[in-house]
Protein backbone atom coordinates (compact mmCIF):
# COMPACT_ATOMS: atom_id res chain seq x y z
CA UNK A 1 0.00 0.00 0.00
CA UNK A 2 3.26 2.18 0.75
CA UNK A 3 4.00 2.45 -2.96
CA UNK A 4 0.35 2.88 -4.62
CA UNK A 5 0.37 6.75 -4.33
CA UNK A 6 3.33 6.50 -7.05
CA UNK A 7 0.95 5.13 -9.23
CA UNK A 8 -1.86 6.95 -8.93
CA UNK A 9 -2.06 9.16 -11.87
CA UNK A 10 -5.20 11.47 -10.71
CA UNK A 11 -3.93 14.05 -8.18
CA UNK A 12 -5.74 12.58 -4.75
CA UNK A 13 -6.01 13.82 -1.43
CA UNK A 14 -4.24 10.79 1.08
CA UNK A 15 -5.07 10.43 5.06
CA UNK A 16 -1.80 8.82 6.52
CA UNK A 17 -2.01 6.49 9.01
CA UNK A 18 -6.34 7.49 9.63
CA UNK A 19 -6.20 4.44 12.60
CA UNK A 20 -2.53 4.98 13.90
CA UNK A 21 0.39 7.59 14.55
CA UNK A 22 2.96 8.12 12.24
CA UNK A 23 5.04 9.68 14.61
CA UNK A 24 4.41 6.81 17.23
CA UNK A 25 7.43 5.78 19.04
CA UNK A 26 7.06 2.66 17.78
CA UNK A 27 7.07 3.55 14.35
CA UNK A 28 10.81 3.10 12.90
CA UNK A 29 12.01 5.82 11.59
CA UNK A 30 12.87 4.48 8.28
CA UNK A 31 9.42 3.96 7.52
CA UNK A 32 8.87 7.45 8.13
CA UNK A 33 11.67 8.41 5.78
CA UNK A 34 10.39 5.94 3.07
CA UNK A 35 6.28 7.95 3.98
CA UNK A 36 7.78 11.10 3.47
CA UNK A 37 9.99 10.04 0.17
CA UNK A 38 6.71 9.15 -1.28
CA UNK A 39 5.48 12.52 -0.87
CA UNK A 40 8.48 14.30 -2.26
CA UNK A 41 8.31 11.88 -5.44
CA UNK A 42 4.58 12.22 -5.64
CA UNK A 43 3.54 16.53 -5.78
CA UNK A 44 0.15 16.11 -7.41
CA UNK A 45 -1.46 14.30 -4.09
CA UNK A 46 -1.88 15.71 -1.03
CA UNK A 47 -1.01 14.20 2.03
CA UNK A 48 -2.31 14.68 5.92
CA UNK A 49 -0.77 13.07 9.04
CA UNK A 50 -2.80 13.88 12.11
CA UNK A 51 -0.43 13.12 15.43
CA UNK A 52 -0.52 13.31 19.48
CA UNK A 53 2.81 13.35 19.47
CA UNK A 54 3.84 16.47 17.74
CA UNK A 55 7.43 16.72 19.33
CA UNK A 56 8.85 14.14 17.34
CA UNK A 57 7.03 15.54 14.29
CA UNK A 58 8.50 18.71 14.81
CA UNK A 59 11.88 17.23 15.55
CA UNK A 60 11.67 15.08 12.65
CA UNK A 61 11.19 17.78 10.26
CA UNK A 62 13.22 20.20 11.68
CA UNK A 63 16.49 17.29 11.29
CA UNK A 64 18.44 18.90 8.47
CA UNK A 65 19.58 14.88 8.55
CA UNK A 66 16.30 13.77 8.09
CA UNK A 67 15.33 16.13 5.06
CA UNK A 68 18.36 15.11 2.96
CA UNK A 69 17.40 10.76 3.60
CA UNK A 70 14.00 11.77 2.50
CA UNK A 71 15.14 13.94 -0.48
CA UNK A 72 17.58 11.50 -1.66
CA UNK A 73 15.10 8.83 -1.39
CA UNK A 74 12.52 10.53 -3.43
CA UNK A 75 14.43 11.51 -6.27
CA UNK A 76 15.58 7.54 -6.33
CA UNK A 77 11.52 6.77 -6.29
CA UNK A 78 11.08 9.59 -8.72
CA UNK A 79 13.61 8.12 -11.24
CA UNK A 80 11.78 5.19 -11.17
CA UNK A 81 8.65 5.94 -11.97
CA UNK A 82 7.40 7.79 -14.55
CA UNK A 83 4.45 10.04 -13.07
CA UNK A 84 6.16 11.38 -9.97
CA UNK A 85 8.54 13.84 -10.58
CA UNK A 86 10.80 14.95 -6.89
CA UNK A 87 9.93 18.99 -6.14
CA UNK A 88 12.15 21.36 -7.99
CA UNK A 89 13.82 24.03 -6.02
CA UNK A 90 12.57 24.68 -2.96
CA UNK A 91 11.37 21.35 -1.46
CA UNK A 92 11.53 21.50 2.17
CA UNK A 93 8.76 22.05 4.34
CA UNK A 94 7.05 19.51 1.48
CA UNK A 95 4.40 21.86 0.33
CA UNK A 96 1.87 18.91 -0.48
CA UNK A 97 2.47 17.81 3.26
CA UNK A 98 -0.56 18.74 5.64
CA UNK A 99 1.19 18.39 9.05
CA UNK A 100 -2.23 18.31 12.32
CA UNK A 101 -2.53 17.83 15.72
CA UNK A 102 -5.40 15.72 17.63
CA UNK A 103 -6.71 17.65 20.50
CA UNK A 104 -9.40 16.76 22.56
CA UNK A 105 -9.88 19.18 25.60
CA UNK A 106 -7.82 22.80 26.57
CA UNK A 107 -4.59 20.92 28.11
CA UNK A 108 -3.57 19.01 25.30
CA UNK A 109 -4.56 21.57 22.82
CA UNK A 110 -1.83 23.89 24.37
CA UNK A 111 0.64 20.66 24.61
CA UNK A 112 0.45 19.87 21.17
CA UNK A 113 -0.17 23.11 19.39
CA UNK A 114 2.69 24.51 20.50
CA UNK A 115 4.87 21.77 18.69
CA UNK A 116 2.84 22.06 15.84
CA UNK A 117 4.09 25.48 15.55
CA UNK A 118 7.61 24.79 15.40
CA UNK A 119 6.83 22.16 12.44
CA UNK A 120 8.46 23.47 9.05
CA UNK A 121 5.23 23.39 7.24
CA UNK A 122 3.11 25.33 4.49
CA UNK A 123 -0.35 24.40 5.85
CA UNK A 124 -1.18 23.18 9.56
CA UNK A 125 -4.48 21.89 10.69
CA UNK A 126 -5.73 20.84 14.38
CA UNK A 127 -8.32 18.43 14.67
CA UNK A 128 -10.44 18.66 17.97
CA UNK A 129 -11.70 14.90 17.86
CA UNK A 130 -13.35 13.89 19.80
CA UNK A 131 -14.26 17.17 21.20
CA UNK A 132 -14.65 16.60 24.88
CA UNK A 133 -14.50 19.94 26.53
CA UNK A 134 -14.56 23.73 25.58
CA UNK A 135 -11.18 24.66 23.75
CA UNK A 136 -10.03 28.36 24.07
CA UNK A 137 -7.82 28.79 20.92
CA UNK A 138 -7.05 31.89 21.92
CA UNK A 139 -5.92 31.40 25.25
CA UNK A 140 -2.07 32.78 25.43
CA UNK A 141 -0.55 29.25 26.96
CA UNK A 142 -1.80 28.03 23.58
CA UNK A 143 0.15 30.01 21.58
CA UNK A 144 2.46 31.62 23.26
CA UNK A 145 3.25 35.55 23.08
CA UNK A 146 2.25 35.90 19.59
CA UNK A 147 -1.24 34.24 19.92
CA UNK A 148 -3.04 36.68 17.86
CA UNK A 149 -0.71 35.98 14.87
CA UNK A 150 -0.39 32.34 15.60
CA UNK A 151 -4.17 31.40 15.31
CA UNK A 152 -4.87 32.89 12.15
CA UNK A 153 -1.66 32.76 10.19
CA UNK A 154 -0.22 29.61 11.48
CA UNK A 155 -3.47 27.36 11.48
CA UNK A 156 -4.95 27.04 8.01
CA UNK A 157 -7.66 24.08 9.16
CA UNK A 158 -9.93 23.17 11.79
CA UNK A 159 -11.44 19.40 11.84
CA UNK A 160 -13.99 19.01 14.85
CA UNK A 161 -15.77 16.36 15.32
CA UNK A 162 -17.39 14.22 18.46
CA UNK A 163 -16.90 10.60 20.13
CA UNK A 164 -19.06 7.97 18.24
CA UNK A 165 -19.76 4.16 19.23
CA UNK A 166 -20.72 2.61 22.30
CA UNK A 167 -19.90 4.69 25.42
CA UNK A 168 -19.33 7.84 23.69
CA UNK A 169 -18.61 10.86 25.77
CA UNK A 170 -20.94 13.66 25.44
CA UNK A 171 -20.05 16.71 23.01
CA UNK A 172 -21.91 20.11 24.16
CA UNK A 173 -23.21 22.12 20.75
CA UNK A 174 -22.04 25.42 22.42
CA UNK A 175 -18.07 23.63 22.49
CA UNK A 176 -18.45 23.27 18.93
CA UNK A 177 -20.37 26.62 18.32
CA UNK A 178 -17.12 28.55 19.48
CA UNK A 179 -14.78 26.86 18.01
CA UNK A 180 -16.63 27.85 15.20
CA UNK A 181 -16.48 31.58 16.07
CA UNK A 182 -13.37 31.40 16.93
CA UNK A 183 -12.51 29.91 13.29
CA UNK A 184 -14.46 32.67 12.04
CA UNK A 185 -12.33 35.39 13.93
CA UNK A 186 -9.15 34.19 12.65
CA UNK A 187 -10.06 33.18 9.45
CA UNK A 188 -9.05 29.53 9.66
CA UNK A 189 -11.10 26.88 7.75
CA UNK A 190 -14.27 25.41 9.91
CA UNK A 191 -14.70 21.67 9.18
CA UNK A 192 -17.75 20.04 11.15
CA UNK A 193 -17.97 15.95 11.16
Known amino acids: MLDRPLRWRKPRTVFCNSMSDLFHEKVPLGFIIRVFAI ?65 ENQEQAEKRILWLLDTPAATRIVSAEPLLSEINFWDAAAFGESQDAAFGS ?37 FLK
Open 154 to 190: KIDGMLVGCESGPGARPCEDDWVRSIRDQCAQAGVAF
Open 39 to 103: MAACPQHKFIALTKRPQRMSELLSDKEFEDLVCDEGEALAERHQWCHAHEGEYWPLPNFIPGVSC
